[in-house]
Structures are given as structure tokens and as C-alpha cells.
């Protein structure tokens, strides 16, 4: 089932993640889609977000979600704690959008905290 780019509300395409991830692109924005858990599998992790809890508050925007009914709006809310990269998120679905160039810096931010964590376990 195709689904509309909550910026650009064109039909966005699949796009082959992995071998067994398909998540959703647009050819305007370059924006992605990615359905729960989809995120955390792309950066080889169990869970999308860092923080849970903190990433499912945060001020509606204007952004329908896409694989909710209509009315259902996109959040932003900040990815990581200590970070400024902010990303849309529904708090119905769980599902995660993200501009062109986020899902590169999500991957660089669950790498620094990979080796911090490691690094406080190994003290």
C-alpha cells in the first residue's frame, strides 16, 4: 500500500533498506517513512529512539501521519537527549519521519552513545 509524504503529499516509493527492510522515500524531499522499529533495525538496535519515553512528547505540527486516519498529526520531538536534531514521530502509530539527511546523523548519534556506553561499562 503506497502512502503520501506528509510534506510533499505525493506518493512516496519503497526503497530497499536491506535485504528484508523496505521503508518508504520520497523522489521530492527525499524524506523517509519508516514504521515502527524500522528506525532502530536500519542502526542495527532493538529500539528507535534512545529515550522512550521523551521522544513520544513533544508540539504537533502541521504534518499529517501517513499511516494513520485522517486528523492524526505528526510531533517533533528531539531524537536523542543532549542532541538538537529534531525529528516527527506519531505518538498513535509510532512511526518515524525523517528529512533527507536525519537518518545519517541518528546513525552517528547511536554510535557515540554505543561507544559512551561502553566506555562506563568497561570503567
Known sequence: MSINCPKCKVSMKPFTFEAD???DRC???HGTWMDKGELGRTAGDTHDFIDHEKA??????SLQCPKC???YHLHEVSYAPGTKLIVEVCKTCEGVFLDSRELRQ???ILRKHRIGVRKKHSI
Open 106 to 108: 541518528i546513525h552517528d
Open 69 to 71: 486516519p485522517p486528523g
Open 27 to 29: 523522489d521530492i524531499c
Open 21 to 23: 527492510l523496505v521503508i
Open 56 to 61: 513520544m512528547s513533544g508540539p504537533k505540527t
